[in-house]
């Protein structure tokens, strides 16, 4: 797991998310799912290739349901794109490293 993906709880979710000054990616995953383990290496290298530019945040599912309720995530891996506190753009489902850099690139 890499050092810059930030593990986002319901208690810090506005401060690491909403408020901050970078687009964000954040990927509502659950440790039981396979298809988010096979997305989790992608998110690492996208968290260092951006650093600075964007971030990116997990929020594990069965331990913050209330976030993970307020964004209506019903499938996961689900990934959101925040920018300026709002989602810009949504991804269900594990895709490949481009779809995922090509949603941070758009918001950047």
């Excluded at 490293?97 to 690139?105: E, H, R, S």
Aim: glycine content about 6%; some cysteine.
């Amino acid at each position: 797991m890499s050092d810059t993906v930030i593990h986002a709880t319901d208690a810090d979710f506005e401060s690491q998310v909403l408020a901050s000054d970078q687009p964000v990616l954040v990927d509502f995953w659950a440790s039981w799912c396979g298809p988010c383990k096979m997305i989790a290496p992608a998110l690492d290298q996208l968290a260092t290739e951006y650093a600075g530019k964007a971030k990116v945040v997990k929020v594990d599912v069965d331990q913050n349901q209330a976030t993970a309720l307020k964004y209506h995530v019903r499938s996961i891996p689900m990934l959101l794109l925040f920018k300026g506190g709002q989602v810009q753009a949504t991804q269900i489902g594990a895709v490949g490293k481009p779809q995922l850099a090509q949603m941070i690139d758009k918001a950047l």
